[in-house]
């Protein structure tokens, strides 16, 4: 049948409970019994046993017994920790670890570099009149109170003067130099000292050559020509005139003394840097401005050499 039936039930008598019954044993301290000849250094007893162990410093060798003194392979340096590890000494071994430096504002919390909130550390500087704020790796300190424009709040919470010339990166344009003054700053023409012969440029960025013969400042002087150059001038003589190293001028040549006969077919009379041929009574200037014609025969005319810059041509 799949009906299941009550248990029975039965009852152990005293007399039987006291014969069953396993006799308690007492455990013996056998640290107690054998005090020193058990363990080196300390003894605990355990149910049925004891255990040995060692003073700080001092591992328990294979033995189960006696201590030898532990060995800090950092010190040794007896340990395989990586170059970029830190070792730790530990009871009878060593641990490696990431070596992690921080930088400031951060700290190391369990290998890895948190934000220091000097705010809540009190380990800022901010003065009186002034709110910390941290940020990461820092702290801000911002006023209670706000100054004008141009000014800013020091560490004692008084509105200073803000140096715009050196704060700002680019104060002034190029050519220009920035002058601080009290809340602001303006920008001035810059002051360059040129050498002999150029100025500064519109700018002010650069020195550059003066043309002194278009300003008018050169020293050349009557029948002499103004040639500029860099930082200076020159002076050449015009036509018509020599120069005479002596005196360092220019003078006049006299066509008519130097080349008598040669120049004019009869008069000549010297002039500034040239000559003028002129004809006596009966004859006239021809068209080369050299020559004379007879006024009534236009046959009589004379053959004269003529005068270039360089040389005489017949």
Same mark, same amino acid.
């Given at each position: ?10 009852? &152990? ?39 040995? !162990? ?9 033995? !189960? *017994? ?64 002034? #709110?910390?704020?941290? &940020? ?19 560490? *004692? ?67 002499? &020509? ?36 040669? #120049? ?37 005319? %004379?053959? %004269? ?10």
């Amino acid at each position: 049948t799949d009906r299941k039936l009550p248990k029975e039930a039965f009852s &152990i008598s005293a007399t039987d409970e006291a014969a069953n019954a396993v006799e308690e044993q007492e455990d013996e301290d056998e640290c107690e019994l054998y005090q020193g000849q058990l363990c080196q250094h300390t003894c605990t007893n355990i149910w049925g046993s004891y255990r040995c !162990g060692c003073h700080q410093g001092y591992i328990l060798q294979p033995d !189960g *017994h006696s201590c030898a003194p532990d060995v800090d392979e950092c010190v040794s340096n007896t340990h395989r920790c990586r170059p970029s590890d830190r070792c730790v000494n530990t009871v009878g071994s060593f641990v490696c670890r990431p070596q992690v430096t921080c930088p400031a504002g951060y700290q190391l919390k369990n290998t890895i570099c948190q934000d220091i909130d000097e705010c809540m550390m009190r380990a800022h500087d901010c003065g009186e009149g002034y #709110v910390c704020e941290n &940020i990461a790796g820092s702290f801000l300190c911002k006023s209670k109170h706000k100054c004008i424009s141009g000014f800013t709040q020091d560490s *004692h919470g008084n509105c200073v003067d803000i140096n715009e010339c050196s704060s700002l990166s680019v104060p002034c344009s190029p050519g220009l130099n920035c002058i601080n003054t009290v809340g602001s700053y303006s920008c001035q023409q810059k002051i360059i000292t040129c050498n002999r012969g150029y100025r500064a440029s519109p700018d002010g960025h650069e020195c550059v050559d003066m043309d002194e013969c278009q300003m008018g400042t050169h020293r050349c002087g009557r029948g002499q &020509i103004c040639h500029n150059t860099p930082g200076s001038f020159r002076c050449d003589c015009q036509t018509g005139y020599q120069f005479d190293a002596l005196r360092k001028a220019c003078n006049d040549v006299n066509e008519c003394w130097r080349y008598p006969g040669r #120049v004019c077919a009869q008069t000549c009379e010297n002039t500034p840097g040239s000559y003028y041929c002129s004809c006596t009574a009966g004859f006239s200037l021809a068209a080369d401005g050299k020559n004379c014609e007879g006024k009534h025969d236009s046959f009589l005319f %004379f053959l %004269f050499p003529r005068l270039t810059e360089n040389n005489l041509e017949a």
